[in-house]
């Protein structure tokens, strides 16, 4: 998870001072994820069914947000993780079968209205 990197420069006495980055960052992994199992949770209700390509263009920004995220990672551009060339590279997956599933959805359209 997230640690939080500490600087003991221009702090009074020598105290560390936790680097807003990591507190920028949880928040925003964490919303994400949530924002994901609430499309994921729409998909596969009646309401997704009828919104496929809405939901394969959310799925392709997702995707590529995904990428853009593992790459940060991978870079060591985010706060120090435990294992960043991992989640990195998980991310990169992640965002790649995202990208797969938002074509394929775009593709596919909307079920007619009688459902499966």
Do not use: D, K
Not at 59 to 71: D, E, F
């Amino acid at each position: 998870m997230l640690q939080m990197p500490s600087t003991s420069m221009g702090s009074p006495m020598g105290m560390e001072v936790p680097s807003i980055g990591a507190f920028g960052w949880a928040p925003a992994l964490y919303g994400l994820g949530g924002l994901l199992l609430v499309t994921g949770i729409l998909g596969v209700t009646r309401i997704g069914m009828r919104q496929m390509r809405v939901l394969g263009v959310s799925m392709l920004i997702y995707g590529l947000l995904m990428l853009t995220l593992g790459a940060l990672m991978l870079a060591r551009l985010t706060p120090a993780m435990q294992e960043a060339t991992m989640l990195g590279i998980g991310m990169g997956i992640v965002g790649v079968s995202m990208l797969a599933n938002g074509f394929l959805m775009m593709r596919h359209g909307a079920l007619p209205r009688g459902g499966m």
